[in-house]
T-cell receptor
C-alpha cells in the first residue's frame, strides 16, 4: 500500500523555536505539497515542489520555508514558531500527470 | 467572493438514505474536480476524480460536474454509518493540480444507524 508518512502526529513547541516537519513518500511522485488545515478556513497551500531542489510558494508561505533534497522527502520549516502557526499540517504527493493527491495523516502542531 | 463554496453542515441522515453533497465555484478555469473523504484526525483520501462536465460512478458513489452552472455534486447511495466523515471538494485548472488544488471547507456528514 502506497504511503505518505509524516514523522510526528502531535508536536508541542515553544514560541520562537525553529520547527521541522518531515514528510516522506514511497510512490516515486514528482509533486509534493504542504497544506495547513484550520477550522472555518479549510486547507490552505503553504508550499509545493515539482522536483528535487525545486520549490514554489503557495497561498500562505509567510513564516515558512521548505527543503527537498531528495525526491521522496519534503520538509516544512517554521523559522520562528508563533502561536498563529498552531494548526494541522498535511503533506501530500501526486504524480506528474495528476491522479489525485495522496495525503499523510497530518501533524497537529501546537505552539505555546 | 470565495472561489469554492461548500456548506459545512453538519448534514445528518438516516442509514440507507441517498446523500447529496455539493460545491459551487466561481473560477471558470477549473477543469479537474475531486472529492476527498476525511475521517476525524486523519488526512483526506481521494474518493472520486473527474475531468470537465459529466457523471462518473464508482460503486455507491456518483460524482457529477456541471461546468455551465459551476456546480459539482457527490451522491452516496445506500449510506452507511462508516460514511460518516467530512467530505471535501477540490478543483484545479489546466495544470491538473501540479501547482496546488483549491479546496472547499468541507461538509461534515453524519449517518445515523
Amino acid at each position: 500500500d502506497v504511503k505518505v508518512t509524516q514523522s510526528s502526529r502531535y508536536l508541542v513547541k515553544r514560541t520562537g523555536e525553529k520547527v521541522f516537519l518531515e514528510c516522506v513518500q514511497d510512490m516515486d511522485h514528482e509533486n509534493m505539497f504542504w497544506y495547513r488545515q484550520d477550522p472555518g478556513l479549510g486547507l490552505r497551500l503553504i508550499y509545493f515542489s515539482y522536483d528535487v531542489k525545486m520549490k514554489e510558494k503557495g497561498d500562505i508561505p509567510e513564516g515558512y520555508s521548505v527543503s527537498r533534497e531528495k525526491k521522496e522527502r519534503f520538509s516544512l520549516i517554521l523559522e520562528s514558531a508563533s502561536t498563529n502557526q498552531t494548526s494541522m499540517y498535511l503533506c501530500a504527493s501526486s504524480p506528474r500527470l495528476l491522479d489525485g493527491y495522496t495525503f499523510g495523516s497530518g501533524t497537529r502542531l501546537t505552539v505555546v | 467572493q470565495k472561489e469554492v463554496e461548500q456548506d459545512p453542515g453538519p448534514l445528518s441522515v438516516p442509514e440507507g438514505a441517498i446523500v447529496s453533497l455539493n460545491c459551487t465555484y466561481s473560477n471558470s478555469a477549473f477543469q479537474y474536480f475531486m472529492w476527498y473523504r476525511q475521517y476525524s484526525r486523519k488526512g483526506p483520501e481521494l474518493l472520486m476524480y473527474t475531468y470537465s462536465s459529466g457523471n462518473k460512478e464508482d460503486g455507491r458513489f456518483t460524482a457529477q460536474v456541471d461546468k455551465s452552472s459551476k456546480y459539482i455534486s457527490l451522491f452516496i447511495r445506500d449510506s452507511q454509518p462508516s460514511d460518516s466523515a467530512t467530505y471535501l471538494c477540490a478543483m484545479s485548472g489546466a495544470g491538473g493540480g501540479a501547482d496546488g488544488l483549491t479546496f472547499g471547507k468541507g461538509t461534515h456528514l453524519i449517518i445515523q444507524p
